[in-house]
Protein backbone atom coordinates (compact mmCIF):
# COMPACT_ATOMS: atom_id res chain seq x y z
CA UNK A 1 0.00 0.00 0.00
CA UNK A 2 3.24 2.36 1.08
CA UNK A 3 4.02 1.76 -2.70
CA UNK A 4 0.55 2.10 -4.47
CA UNK A 5 -0.28 5.31 -2.70
CA UNK A 6 3.20 6.81 -2.70
CA UNK A 7 3.26 7.30 1.10
CA UNK A 8 5.38 6.58 4.06
CA UNK A 9 4.82 3.44 5.67
CA UNK A 10 4.19 3.80 9.20
CA UNK A 11 2.28 0.21 10.09
CA UNK A 12 5.81 -2.40 9.20
CA UNK A 13 4.53 -5.73 10.78
CA UNK A 14 1.88 -4.32 13.26
CA UNK A 15 -0.98 -5.60 11.01
CA UNK A 16 -2.51 -8.56 9.55
CA UNK A 17 -4.77 -8.32 6.37
CA UNK A 18 -8.33 -9.29 6.99
CA UNK A 19 -11.17 -10.32 5.14
CA UNK A 20 -13.83 -9.31 7.84
CA UNK A 21 -13.50 -5.68 9.22
CA UNK A 22 -16.11 -4.32 11.31
CA UNK A 23 -16.41 -1.21 13.18
CA UNK A 24 -13.50 -1.02 16.70
CA UNK A 25 -11.38 -3.04 13.81
CA UNK A 26 -8.21 -1.12 13.12
CA UNK A 27 -7.57 -0.63 9.62
CA UNK A 28 -4.61 1.19 7.36
CA UNK A 29 -5.70 4.50 5.93
CA UNK A 30 -3.79 7.02 3.66
CA UNK A 31 -3.54 10.20 5.27
CA UNK A 32 -1.07 13.19 5.18
CA UNK A 33 0.93 13.88 8.47
CA UNK A 34 2.52 16.72 9.77
CA UNK A 35 6.39 15.73 10.65
CA UNK A 36 6.28 12.08 8.56
CA UNK A 37 5.62 11.45 5.07
CA UNK A 38 6.32 11.65 1.12
CA UNK A 39 5.59 14.76 -0.32
CA UNK A 40 3.83 14.90 -3.81
CA UNK A 41 4.65 16.58 -7.23
CA UNK A 42 1.43 18.42 -6.85
CA UNK A 43 2.13 19.96 -3.37
CA UNK A 44 3.08 23.71 -3.45
CA UNK A 45 6.74 24.29 -1.81
CA UNK A 46 6.64 24.08 1.94
CA UNK A 47 3.00 22.49 2.24
CA UNK A 48 2.59 20.64 5.76
CA UNK A 49 2.46 17.18 5.66
CA UNK A 50 3.29 14.03 3.13
CA UNK A 51 1.41 11.09 2.75
CA UNK A 52 1.44 8.24 5.28
CA UNK A 53 0.11 4.77 5.45
CA UNK A 54 -1.30 4.22 9.09
CA UNK A 55 -3.25 2.53 11.28
CA UNK A 56 -6.54 3.35 12.69
CA UNK A 57 -9.98 2.37 14.98
CA UNK A 58 -12.99 2.46 12.56
CA UNK A 59 -15.40 4.79 14.38
CA UNK A 60 -14.26 8.37 14.59
CA UNK A 61 -13.45 9.56 17.87
CA UNK A 62 -13.66 13.47 18.49
CA UNK A 63 -10.97 15.35 20.56
CA UNK A 64 -13.86 16.53 22.47
CA UNK A 65 -15.15 13.11 23.23
CA UNK A 66 -14.94 11.71 26.90
CA UNK A 67 -13.96 8.52 25.74
CA UNK A 68 -13.93 6.28 22.87
CA UNK A 69 -17.19 4.51 22.63
CA UNK A 70 -18.60 7.43 20.64
CA UNK A 71 -16.68 5.87 17.90
CA UNK A 72 -18.93 2.74 18.44
CA UNK A 73 -21.53 4.38 16.28
CA UNK A 74 -19.23 6.66 13.95
CA UNK A 75 -18.22 4.34 11.71
CA UNK A 76 -20.18 5.93 8.59
CA UNK A 77 -20.52 9.95 7.72
CA UNK A 78 -23.69 10.90 5.47
CA UNK A 79 -22.13 12.59 2.06
CA UNK A 80 -24.94 14.91 2.55
CA UNK A 81 -24.27 16.28 6.14
CA UNK A 82 -20.24 15.64 6.37
CA UNK A 83 -19.62 19.29 5.98
CA UNK A 84 -21.73 20.97 8.32
CA UNK A 85 -22.50 18.26 11.13
CA UNK A 86 -20.77 18.88 14.82
CA UNK A 87 -18.50 15.73 14.32
CA UNK A 88 -17.34 15.97 11.24
CA UNK A 89 -16.95 19.36 9.63
CA UNK A 90 -13.72 19.69 11.51
CA UNK A 91 -12.30 16.36 9.80
CA UNK A 92 -13.91 17.18 6.61
CA UNK A 93 -11.86 20.57 6.48
CA UNK A 94 -8.76 19.16 7.64
CA UNK A 95 -8.25 15.54 8.09
CA UNK A 96 -9.30 13.35 4.65
CA UNK A 97 -8.37 10.37 4.46
CA UNK A 98 -7.96 7.37 2.10
CA UNK A 99 -9.57 4.47 2.96
CA UNK A 100 -7.96 1.07 0.67
CA UNK A 101 -9.98 -2.02 0.68
CA UNK A 102 -10.38 -4.79 -1.38
CA UNK A 103 -14.08 -4.37 -1.59
CA UNK A 104 -17.11 -3.69 0.46
CA UNK A 105 -20.55 -5.43 2.07
CA UNK A 106 -23.70 -5.08 2.48
CA UNK A 107 -26.95 -6.66 3.26
CA UNK A 108 -30.40 -7.22 1.85
CA UNK A 109 -33.43 -7.40 3.71
CA UNK A 110 -35.37 -10.51 2.92
CA UNK A 111 -39.06 -10.38 2.24
CA UNK A 112 -39.54 -13.46 4.61
CA UNK A 113 -37.11 -11.56 7.58
CA UNK A 114 -33.48 -12.22 7.83
CA UNK A 115 -30.90 -10.68 5.57
CA UNK A 116 -28.55 -11.65 3.03
CA UNK A 117 -25.22 -10.19 2.42
CA UNK A 118 -23.27 -9.20 -0.80
CA UNK A 119 -19.67 -8.38 -1.47
CA UNK A 120 -19.00 -5.23 -3.89
CA UNK A 121 -15.91 -5.91 -5.19
CA UNK A 122 -13.19 -5.30 -8.26
CA UNK A 123 -9.69 -6.19 -9.34
CA UNK A 124 -7.21 -3.82 -8.06
CA UNK A 125 -9.74 -3.06 -5.15
CA UNK A 126 -11.39 0.50 -4.13
CA UNK A 127 -10.46 3.69 -1.92
CA UNK A 128 -13.42 4.79 0.25
CA UNK A 129 -13.15 8.37 1.37
CA UNK A 130 -12.50 9.06 4.58
CA UNK A 131 -11.82 11.64 7.97
CA UNK A 132 -9.25 11.40 10.71
CA UNK A 133 -8.87 12.05 13.84
CA UNK A 134 -6.28 11.87 16.87
CA UNK A 135 -7.92 11.49 20.38
CA UNK A 136 -5.49 12.54 23.54
CA UNK A 137 -6.53 11.66 27.17
CA UNK A 138 -3.51 11.58 29.22
CA UNK A 139 -0.66 9.06 27.96
CA UNK A 140 -3.57 7.71 25.48
CA UNK A 141 -3.01 8.43 21.90
CA UNK A 142 -5.47 7.22 19.15
CA UNK A 143 -6.17 7.62 15.64
CA UNK A 144 -9.18 6.74 14.48
CA UNK A 145 -11.30 6.96 10.85
CA UNK A 146 -14.78 7.07 9.29
CA UNK A 147 -16.23 6.32 5.60
CA UNK A 148 -18.16 8.73 4.11
CA UNK A 149 -21.63 7.02 2.32
CA UNK A 150 -23.89 7.92 -0.37
CA UNK A 151 -26.92 6.90 -1.94
CA UNK A 152 -26.46 4.07 -4.25
CA UNK A 153 -25.17 4.98 -7.91
CA UNK A 154 -27.54 2.77 -9.65
CA UNK A 155 -30.59 1.00 -9.27
CA UNK A 156 -28.50 -2.74 -9.26
CA UNK A 157 -26.80 -1.35 -6.17
CA UNK A 158 -29.69 -0.14 -4.50
CA UNK A 159 -31.76 -3.19 -5.00
CA UNK A 160 -29.15 -4.56 -2.25
CA UNK A 161 -29.01 -1.49 -0.02
CA UNK A 162 -29.94 2.00 -0.70
CA UNK A 163 -26.81 3.26 0.52
CA UNK A 164 -22.91 2.63 -0.25
CA UNK A 165 -19.46 3.70 0.55
CA UNK A 166 -18.23 7.20 -1.24
CA UNK A 167 -15.43 5.55 -3.57
CA UNK A 168 -13.09 7.74 -5.10
CA UNK A 169 -11.44 7.90 -8.31
CA UNK A 170 -7.21 7.72 -8.61
CA UNK A 171 -7.51 11.25 -10.35
CA UNK A 172 -9.44 12.39 -6.75
CA UNK A 173 -6.74 11.31 -4.21
CA UNK A 174 -4.86 14.51 -4.09
CA UNK A 175 -8.06 16.61 -4.05
CA UNK A 176 -8.92 14.59 -1.45
CA UNK A 177 -5.99 14.73 0.68
CA UNK A 178 -5.80 18.20 0.27
CA UNK A 179 -2.83 18.48 -2.30
CA UNK A 180 -4.83 20.26 -4.46
CA UNK A 181 -6.99 22.93 -4.66
CA UNK A 182 -11.17 21.99 -4.84
CA UNK A 183 -13.75 23.43 -3.49
CA UNK A 184 -16.78 21.42 -0.91
CA UNK A 185 -18.77 20.69 -4.10
CA UNK A 186 -15.93 18.67 -5.99
CA UNK A 187 -14.45 17.07 -3.05
CA UNK A 188 -18.08 15.80 -2.43
CA UNK A 189 -19.57 15.35 -6.23
CA UNK A 190 -19.84 11.71 -5.57
CA UNK A 191 -18.61 8.49 -7.21
CA UNK A 192 -17.66 8.17 -10.92
CA UNK A 193 -20.71 7.48 -13.09
CA UNK A 194 -18.36 4.15 -13.98
CA UNK A 195 -18.21 3.15 -11.17
CA UNK A 196 -20.75 0.24 -11.25
CA UNK A 197 -19.21 -1.12 -14.45
CA UNK A 198 -16.12 -2.08 -13.08
CA UNK A 199 -17.80 -3.96 -9.74
CA UNK A 200 -19.02 -7.58 -9.19
CA UNK A 201 -21.55 -7.89 -6.90
CA UNK A 202 -21.31 -11.24 -5.19
CA UNK A 203 -23.67 -13.27 -2.94
CA UNK A 204 -21.84 -14.63 -0.22
CA UNK A 205 -22.52 -16.66 3.01
CA UNK A 206 -23.48 -15.03 6.34
CA UNK A 207 -20.52 -16.13 8.35
CA UNK A 208 -19.34 -12.45 7.81
CA UNK A 209 -21.64 -11.27 9.96
CA UNK A 210 -20.18 -12.76 13.02
CA UNK A 211 -16.59 -10.55 13.14
CA UNK A 212 -14.57 -12.94 14.73
CA UNK A 213 -14.77 -14.95 11.38
CA UNK A 214 -11.99 -14.46 8.89
CA UNK A 215 -10.86 -15.85 6.03
CA UNK A 216 -10.48 -16.12 2.08
CA UNK A 217 -14.23 -18.25 2.07
CA UNK A 218 -16.07 -14.93 3.67
CA UNK A 219 -15.72 -13.61 -0.09
CA UNK A 220 -16.76 -16.60 -1.75
CA UNK A 221 -19.75 -16.64 -3.95
CA UNK A 222 -22.73 -18.56 -2.40
CA UNK A 223 -25.70 -19.85 -3.56
CA UNK A 224 -28.37 -19.34 -0.06
CA UNK A 225 -27.67 -19.59 3.17
CA UNK A 226 -30.65 -19.36 6.06
CA UNK A 227 -29.08 -17.28 9.34
CA UNK A 228 -28.86 -13.72 9.10
CA UNK A 229 -26.16 -11.96 9.91
CA UNK A 230 -25.11 -8.87 12.65
CA UNK A 231 -22.60 -6.17 11.92
CA UNK A 232 -21.79 -4.38 8.81
CA UNK A 233 -18.25 -4.64 8.03
CA UNK A 234 -15.83 -3.81 4.98
Given at each position: ???????????????????????TVRAPVVRRSRSRG?????????AEGGRVVDLARWGL???????????????????????????????????????????????????????QPYFFTRPGGVVFA?????????????????????????????????????????????????????????????????????????????????????????????????????????
Amino acid sequence: MAALFAAEDLIAEEWRPRFNIAPTVRAPVVRRSRSRGRAQPSEEPGAEGGRVVDLARWGLVPPWASDVSIGNRMFNARIETVSTSKAYRRPFAARRALVPADGWYEWRKLPGGGKQPYFFTRPGGVVFAGLWERWDRGETSMLSFTVLTCPAVNEEFEAVHDRMPYVLPPERFAAWLGEEDADEGELLAGPDAALPESIEIRKVGRAVGRTSNDGPELVRAVESEDRPPTLPGM
